[in-house]
Nanobody
Framework: QVHLMESGGGLVQAGGSLRLSCAAS????????MGWYRQAPGKQRDLVAG???????NYADSVKGRFTISTNNAKNTVYLQMNSLKPEDTAVYYC????????????WGQGTLVTVSS
């Protein structure tokens, strides 16, 4: 069973920075991709940033130039560095991992709340 543990959320003023971490543990053969999603109250869960095992990244237009996704493969951990935060970035941030065991699977983290005050 694979488990994702997220950390780093909290309250920050607009213009500030936060760094989210998501560490994977459990049994898997390889990680295919990892990503960060967010869900604001009353809204759907949307992709914020993703990174493949080959290092390719993609970002939502709303966070390009402000957020950076990266990984530490040795620690099976993905990070989201968030700079120049805006109140509209307030949401629960979820980590997702696509991995290989006997077939292609995915797992979600429990979510971490980011609140940006104006």
């Amino acid at each position: 069973q694979v488990h994702l543990m997220e950390s780093g959320g909290g309250l920050v003023q607009a213009g500030g920075s936060l760094r989210l971490s998501c560490a994977a543990s459990g049994s898997f053969v390889s990680i295919n991709a990892m990503g960060w999603y967010r869900q604001a109250p009353g809204k759907q869960r949307d992709l914020v940033a993703g990174i493949t095992s080959g290092g390719s990244t993609n970002y939502a237009d709303s966070v390009k130039g402000r957020f950076t996704i990266s990984t530490n493969n040795a620690k099976n951990t993905v990070y989201l560095q968030m700079n120049s935060l805006k109140p509209e970035d307030t949401a629960v941030y979820y980590c997702k991992m696509n991995y290989q065991l006997y077939n292609h699977l995915e797992v979600w983290g429990q979510g971490t709340l980011v609140t940006v005050s104006s």
